[in-house]
């Protein structure tokens, strides 16, 4: 990876951290507000709650670019690593959606029970994805046993040559009994 790829997936991963920290602090604030005031305390908490959950989902996405795209500094080029990072991006997404969705129902539920139909189907899109994400892990599992793991790596590592001598393992010498 060239050193501009790397410094500007870590000004996207920095500028994500910020926004999360900037997201916490004005959740932290308006609850703080809220208690002082005494007004509509428990909307504020769970609009704070709400705001800090949008805020560990964008922290995630953040550190997960910076561990894939600086630190790791892979291509993804084996099935396997395309389908792990796949699976710890959508995993951060159907956690964000499952508790904003169960803010929004203990909301709707408290202020109108009637409004309850969006949070449901928040819920129910959740639902959705992480059943897409079980389905998507059960049909690339084939692909990925189906491709051997040292595809792509022609160029970057020299084939080992195995002696034709034996294809057992070596036989492991057996302790003396006393």
């Known amino acids: 990876m060239t050193l501009f790829s790397r410094l500007l997936y870590s000004g996207i991963a920095g500028s994500l951290l910020l926004a999360s920290l900037l997201l ?3 959740a932290i604030s308006r609850t703080f507000v809220g208690f002082r005031t005494g007004e509509g305390a428990l909307d504020t908490m769970l609009d704070g709650i709400g705001l800090v959950i949008i805020a ?3 922290a995630d996405v953040g550190k997960f670019l910076f561990e894939e795209e600086v630190i790791a500094d ?3 080029r084996r099935p396997a690593e395309a389908r792990g ?3 710890k991006f959508m995993t951060i997404i159907i956690v964000a959606l499952s508790l904003e969705s169960l803010v929004l129902i203990t909301k709707a539920a408290r202020d109108k029970p009637a409004d309850i139909l969006f949070p449901s189907l928040l819920m129910l899109v959740a639902v959705a994805a992480l059943v897409g994400l ?3 892990q059960k049909l690339s599992q084939h692909a ?3 491709i051997p793991d040292d595809v792509g790596d022609e160029e970057d590592e020299p084939k080992k040559v195995e002696s034709p001598k034996s294809s057992r393992p070596p036989r492991r010498p057996q302790r003396a009994k006393a």
Do not use: C, H, I
């Open 24 to 26: 916490m602090a004005v």
């Open 56 to 58: 560990v989902a964008v």
């Open 74 to 76: 892979r291509e993804l």
């Open 85 to 87: 990072s796949l699976t």
């Open 134 to 136: 079980g389905l998507f």
């Open 144 to 146: 990925t046993a189906a």
